[in-house]
């Protein structure tokens, strides 16, 4: 089976020019099929400020209102991807950038109401994975930003880390799939002030141990959460790493243990 790499790429990196034209190029590097998710949080909540709108975030989710999902279309759709398909073209890399309502590539519903309303945020339902192998095999380079639609007319923000995860789940029927999660970070991490503090390999129980005790809070709960799911779905390898070890030998390695 042909093996795909999945990068999935958040936080500071996408906001800082010198980190992400740095991941780009070791990116560009990786042989076979590949594709890129990339998140874009911090740049809409900058946007969003700048527009005098307040972001709201419960366990490291958005609370997206009809002006947020607005802003966050825009930056992630508009300004994020297409600068980073543009500088991926530059380096040899023919990458088309997608929402989920391109090719209906991810469809989603809106998340009910329970204990907290996320307003237009997207559960994603259903992966078009003929239309992203369509695409792999005749070379070209997936971009997907965070964004689905309902098939109603509606886009959704959705989780990136969500996104990697879901297209990796739906792609492991096709290829032999490596989903990397990289951020600032080396790895999931015992102390958050200490880099050196890598966790090195994490299962299920450890993970809820870990949260429990509040070692594992924020952004890095649903990166564990989708993680977790997409090793029980097939994916053969799932890293959490920093932006410059994409090759994937260093970080934490998700356990299905």
Do not use: W
């Not at 042909?2 to 936080?11: A, F, Q, S």
């Amino acid at each position: 089976m042909e093996k795909l790499t999945l990068i999935k790429v958040g936080g500071k990196i996408v906001e800082e020019e010198s980190t992400l034209n740095s991941l780009l190029s070791d990116f560009s590097k990786i042989e076979g099929a590949k594709a890129l998710v990339h998140g874009g949080g911090r740049l809409a909540t900058g946007m969003a400020e700048q527009l005098g709108v307040e972001s709201r975030m419960v366990d490291g989710r958005r609370i997206t209102d009809r002006e947020t999902l607005r802003i966050v279309t825009m930056v992630y759709a508009g300004l994020v991807n297409k600068n980073v398909v543009a500088r991926l073209q530059s380096l040899g890399v023919n990458a088309i950038g997608l929402t989920g309502a391109d090719m209906n590539v991810m469809r989603s519903e809106k998340r009910p109401v329970k204990t907290v309303d996320y307003g237009f945020v997207g559960d994603v339902k259903e992966v078009n994975a003929e239309a992203l192998d369509l695409l792999l095999k005749n070379g070209y380079v997936p971009v997907l930003s965070p964004l689905t639609h309902d098939r109603m007319g509606n886009l959704l923000n959705t989780n990136a880390d969500t996104i990697a995860g879901e297209a990796a789940k739906a792609l492991a029927a096709l290829f032999d799939v490596t989903l990397i999660f990289c951020f600032e970070k080396s790895g999931v991490l015992l102390d958050e002030q200490d880099d050196d503090s890598v966790i090195p390999q994490i299962n299920r129980k450890m993970f809820e141990e870990y949260k429990h005790n509040g070692i594992i809070q924020g952004g890095m709960i649903p990166k564990l959460e989708n993680s977790f799911q997409a090793i029980e779905a097939g994916v053969r390898q799932v890293v959490i790493t920093k932006a410059s070890e994409i090759n994937g030998n260093r970080g934490t390695v998700i356990s299905n243990g």
